[in-house]
């Protein structure tokens, strides 16, 4: 079956723009989850969904970064005033449920703040 | 703090040789470890994981070790294939939700 997919691949954007990743999981996962992963380091958790809702936003950075689930699949993560410090991949993954630790992680996307 | 820690930033193995990665955490409300697998320009791919009550498992020439009173865990390749070649996480959670990770470890394995 498909896996976890997002758009877009690569974002280029300028310094103080406003920009949205999207997340659409592996279908029947109820668990979504966001992570940023800078070079040369791991992926580091920013918020993940159960179903509809937040569950767990504590990795936010700040109030820049937010994210949304409304119908309880697809994902957009929206970064407002990017910063040049917000460049990094961002991934994504969705597990069958909060209780299932094994996490599908998609190919990210790389977002390059000019 | 980092609760995860992968101390070795690259490995290198000759190929039908044993690979270890090495993986140390801090936080002991962790109860379940995974590794995973990574290639340049994907997404982490999971590879073996094992729960707290356990302290080996095995999936063919994949082993995880697990020393709770170490806080330490190992992932142990055995034989080695080219194809290996790419960098491990390590990465823990505490029950419902995220995964806490290492900043992983470099594969090459040499034909």
């Known amino acids: 079956g498909a896996g976890v997919s997002q758009t877009p691949s690569n974002k280029v954007t300028e310094k103080g723009k406003y920009v949205e990743l999207r997340c659409d999981p592996i279908s029947g996962h109820t668990a979504l989850y966001w992570y940023r992963q800078s070079l040369g380091q791991g992926p580091e958790f920013l918020i993940y969904f159960q179903g509809t809702g937040a569950a767990d936003d504590s990795g936010l950075p700040n109030d820049r970064f937010f994210a949304v689930r409304p119908e309880g699949s697809v994902s957009t993560l929206k970064i407002q005033r990017t910063e040049r410090g917000d460049s990094a991949v961002y991934l994504c993954a969705s597990s069958l449920g909060q209780d299932s630790p094994t996490q599908y992680f998609g190919p990210g996307t790389r977002l390059l703040v000019l | 703090d980092q609760q995860v820690k992968q101390n070795s930033p690259s490995l290198s193995v000759q190929e039908g040789r044993i690979s270890i990665l090495n993986c140390d955490y801090t936080?002991?409300?962790?109860?379940?470890f995974l590794w995973y697998k990574k290639y340049p320009a994907e997404g982490p791919t999971f590879l073996i994981s094992?729960?707290?009550?356990?302290d080996k498992n095995e999936d063919g020439r994949f082993t995880v070790f697990l020393n709770k009173s170490a806080k330490h865990l190992s992932l142990h390749i055995v034989p080695s294939q080219p194809g290996d070649s790419a960098v491990y996480f390590c990465?823990?959670?505490?029950?419902?939700?995220?995964?806490?990770f290492g900043d992983g470890t470099t594969l090459t394995v040499k034909p």
């Open positions: 094992i729960s707290s009550i356990k």
């Open positions: 936080n002991s409300m962790f109860d379940y």
């Open positions: 990465a823990a959670s505490g029950g419902a939700g995220k995964s806490t």
